[in-house]
C-alpha cells in the first residue's frame, strides 16, 4: 500500500545565528539553550520522544499537537514548502 502525508500547515523557525533568540523564544516547552565543544550555540528540547538538540541550521518545528521539534534542513525542504498568510 502507498499513502501520501495529508497537507497540514505548521510553525517553524530556522535556527541561526542570527536568528537564535527568535528561535529560541519560539519554543513554549523545556528549551535549554546551551554551546557545543565549538562554542556554537545549541538548544536542548524535550520533545515528545525525549530531549534532542536543535543545531545552527536546523529548523524547529511546531507540530499539530502543539509540540516542539528541531529538524533537519535538508528533511525540512524535502517535506515542506511555504506558504501564504
Known amino acids: ?5 495529508k497537507p ?11 536568528n537564535k533568540n527568535r528561535a529560541f523564544n519560539f519554543i513554549t516547552c523545556n528549551a535549554y539553550p546551551r554551546f557545543d565543544e565549538h562554542n556554537n550555540p545549541t538548544i536542548k528540547i524535550e ?3 525525549g530531549e534532542m538538540t536543535a543545531v ?3 529548523w524547529i518545528i511546531k507540530g499539530v499537537k502543539g509540540e516542539f521539534y528541531p529538524c533537519k534542513p535538508d528533511i525540512f525542504e524535502a517535506t515542506y ?3 501564504d498568510n
Open 1 to 5: 500500500m502507498k499513502f501520501r502525508k
Open 47 to 49: 520533545t515528545l520522544e
Open 8 to 18: 497540514v500547515v505548521i510553525e517553524a523557525e530556522h535556527f541561526t545565528n542570527e
Open 81 to 83: 514548502e511555504p506558504v
Open 56 to 58: 545552527l541550521g536546523d
